[in-house]
């Protein structure tokens, strides 16, 4: 129900930053978390972090120490702060709504498009 839509995807040399958007109209009233999943080609979709809606905060391994989730509630919006990117980072980079306690069919499994960012060596 709650759509969510990616942003800020590109094309950068390794070592620099992006700043990924996924806006979600809805889903801070709906009482929604939002996770990041990125799918490198020819390879499975992986986890990448997690903003629950009590505020709590994961990461992947992978990204622990350059990447930053965050959020603004009163635009709908969800960052991921990308920075010293690799080459390995390179991936459709997704957004995901998600539901706590209490269950809200609403907020339960609802992806983006995703928006492609590439990092050269």
């Known amino acids: 129900q709650v759509q969510p839509m990616e942003s800020g995807g590109g094309s950068v040399q390794a070592g620099e930053s992006l700043r990924l958007s996924c806006t979600a109209p809805?889903?801070?009233?709906?009482?929604?978390?939002m996770e990041w999943y990125r799918q490198a080609a020819g390879k499975q979709r992986e986890w990448v972090s997690s903003?629950?809606?009590?505020?709590?905060?994961r990461y992947a391994n992978s990204v622990k120490g350059r990447f930053t989730i965050s959020k603004d509630s009163a635009n709908d919006t969800v960052y991921l702060q990308m920075n010293s990117l690799k080459p390995e980072d390179t991936a459709m980079y997704s957004c995901?709504?998600?539901?706590?306690?209490?269950?809200?069919?609403?907020?339960?499994?609802?992806w983006g498009q995703g928006t492609q960012v590439t990092v050269s060596s």
């Open positions: 809805g889903f801070t009233r709906a009482g929604c978390g």
């Open positions: 995901q709504t998600t539901s706590g306690v209490p269950y809200s069919r609403v907020c339960d499994g609802n």
């Open positions: 903003l629950a809606f009590d505020s709590t905060i």
